[in-house]
């Protein structure tokens, strides 16, 4: 783990070399390719090199303590020194190795959220009114923008559906784990006879598509020209004018 970690500390060092590189800082996209990498690098590396400071520290207490010569007092202090130091390493271990985990490839982008009613008719599309304004600001608390793309709103003020996309880096780690069947027992506003109703809401939730740039090499094109046919005198028959 210790040599994976020191390549992730040198590629930290290199990023933070390049984005201060004019010709990429004026690449807009090179530039914020590289801001997110470093983002992402940034907590292994503090992590890192906190481990390796806990290490030193553990290192030197431990020379200490071989070499001995010292009074009762300032040994005790150097062992404790040590045993916090060993504690610290192992904390430390175990919060790297899930930093050091796979990320979601999807996980900087942005969000289509989509709410449906279920079971529950006029209470369930208010019960996905209020995901959808929970959504909201818990996007807007984050900083990120939110835009309603289509909305089927029912009498009462719930929604029928309604799908929205939520803008921020970061976004789609965000919501990605609230997608799935929501449910809810609750007296509804529409109830006169105080009964509990149980109400249900599926909630897709999908990283937005990223625009491809693509060249079409014109030899892998094929155009065909042929006559038209149809009205227009026999001008039409005797050109290719259709292609």
Known sequence: MIEKLQEVENRFEEVNELVCNPDIVSDQEKYTKLMRELKHLTPVVEKFREYKKAKQ???????MLDEGGMDADFAQMVKEEFEQSREDMERIEEE???LLLPRDPNDDKNVIIEIRG???GEESALFAGVLFRMYSMYAESKGFKTEVLNANETGLGGYKEISFLVEGDGAYSRFKFESGVHRVQRVPETESQGRIHTSTTTVAVLPE??????EINP?????DTFRSSGAGGQHINKTSSAI
């Open 57 to 63: 520290t553990e290192e030197e207490s431990r020379a």
């Open 96 to 98: 790297l190795k899930v």
């Open 118 to 120: 279920g079971a529950g």
């Open 209 to 214: 598509a990223e625009d491809v740039d693509f």
């Open 219 to 223: 030899k892998d094109l094929q155009i």
